[in-house]
């Protein structure tokens, strides 16, 4: 009886998470003109429309072989809507909205999922699934999916010109003291990387196997680079300047004529930031966010570099005993002292605003203020096992195109805030919420 309640008391925790996240994605759709539903906000990506059914045909595809009754009744659908792009080396898709399901066949086919799932989700026990994969796993990766696209969704509408979308109010933010920039030396160490396989949490196959990389003695900046920090960078001439941008970086600065942050607008002499919901003026102490490519040269103008993988964990996680922390403050679940998590906010906070965030060595704001691009090329850690009912999910991107980021941004959902978590884009990817800070050895 213990056993069987235990099983029901996930199950139920499991499907109240996976409502909050249709939450979250039914909030976003709604905030979207008519108009604009067969808009292509970023060049790299599908249309919206493609999302409204990618997100009920990803759990469709994952459950419906796995519980007894479901039946397919559109497999075109299914196939159309079954995964996203990620177009390397400049190509982009060239489809034309008449080649999308008209939207009334779009939300029927979403609809009927959901309807369908639910019954069969509320009916079925986790002994009643079919397969050799845990019921406890699989709900995790439809739950924490849809939150990725829930941030990918915010960042693509966030490109939108702003009269196509409704506009929403968001938390303020005070402003704390005068910024003073600083660097952190964090003394050489373990960094506690991933996580081990016979532990019970969730993680996806890239957060495994647990491994200890030592990291020597390095120097980190205490903030995140700020829009008026790179401002500097910007007006010193840095996307005219060849010599602080690799061969690839420079030969895309060139051919798309990048010059300047995607958030970034010019207004006569000055520059506004686009907003989520209005172009203002720059806020100078708010995180920039930029691409890998346009951080790293940040990073070389400054005479410095990107911290790896490795070093961005210690400074965010370490301490100078042998045990990490599992949230840089503490092993306290994040709090409204430590900064706006899990959807608070849709803009960015001063990067000196929670000082009670701080690491063990005093690094401040290493989550939910924007993810922070490392040097480190995403691959996998040793003993890397694909998930079998999802092969491509990393393993796909490990092809030396794709760089590691970590932290979080205002859009990250509280779950994917833990430590063995690992993002990647591509370097010249300027659209997600990803801000930097620099190293140097």
């Known amino acids: 009886m213990l056993i069987a309640n235990a099983v029901a008391d996930t199950k139920e925790s499991l499907l109240a998470r996976l409502a909050e996240a ?50 397919v009744f559109d497999s075109k659908l299914d196939q159309l809507f079954a995964f996203g792009i990620d177009p390397v080396d400049g190509g982009l898709p060239t489809d034309q909205p008449s080649d999308w399901p008209a939207e009334p066949q779009v939300e029927a086919y979403a609809n009927r999922i959901r309807a369908e799932l639910d019954e069969s989700l509320a009916e079925a026990t986790f002994r009643d699934w079919s397969g050799d994969e845990s019921p406890v796993v699989l709900s995790n990766v439809a739950i924490e999916h849809r939150l990725m696209h829930a941030e990918t969704l915010a960042y693509m509408l966030h490109q939108l010109p702003l009269g196509k979308m409704r506009r929403e109010s968001q938390v303020p933010v005070s402003s704390p ?19 081990p396989h016979d532990e019970e949490a969730f993680g996806w196959d890239n957060e495994f196997e647990a491994n200890q990389v030592d990291v020597p003695t390095f120097a980190i900046d205490k903030y995140k680079v700020t829009n008026g920090q790179y401002l500097e960078f910007l007006r010193a001439g840095g996307y005219s300047d060849r010599s602080l941008w690799t061969e690839a970086d420079w ?36 995180p920039v966010y930029v691409s890998q490519a346009e951080a790293s040269a940040y990073a070389r103008w400054a005479g410095r570099r990107l ?40 803009d960015p906070w001063p990067v000196n605003a929670f000082p009670q965030a701080a690491s063990a060595f005093g690094v401040e704001g290493m989550l ?74």
């Open 307 to 346: 911290p790896t993988e490795a070093e961005w964990h210690r400074a965010c996680y370490g301490t100078r005993t042998s045990d990490d922390r599992e949230f840089p403050w503490g092993d306290d679940s994040p709090g409204p002292e430590h900064g706006y998590f899990d959807f608070e906010r849709w």
């Open 368 to 441: 939910a203020n924007g993810w922070e691009w490392t040097s480190s090329v995403f691959e996998p850690f040793a003993g890397f096992r694909p998930f079998p009912f999802y092969p491509g999910y990393s393993a796909n991107f490990f092809d030396g195109k794709h760089f590691v980021m970590k932290g979080g941004s205002t859009r990250t959902a509280q779950s994917m805030l833990r430590r063995s978590f690992r993002n990647w884009f591509q370097p010249h990817y300027q659209y997600v919420y990803a801000g930097f800070r620099c190293a140097r050895g």
């Open 177 to 195: 003291a005068p910024l003073k920039p600083g660097v952190v030396v964090i003394p050489g160490g373990a960094a506690a990387l991933g996580l």
């Open 22 to 71: 249709r939450r979250q994605t039914d909030r976003l759709f709604e905030l979207v003109d008519p108009s604009a539903r067969y808009d292509r906000p970023i060049p790299e990506r599908h249309r919206i429309i493609f999302y409204r059914g990618h997100l009920e045909a990803f759990d469709w595809n994952l459950f419906q072989p796995r519980l007894r009754g479901l039946k």
């Open 251 to 286: 030969d895309w600065i060139q051919r798309e004529q990048i010059t300047h942050p995607v958030f970034w607008a010019p207004s006569g002499a000055v520059w506004n930031l686009r907003s989520m919901f209005e172009e203002l003026p720059l806020p100078l102490d708010w």
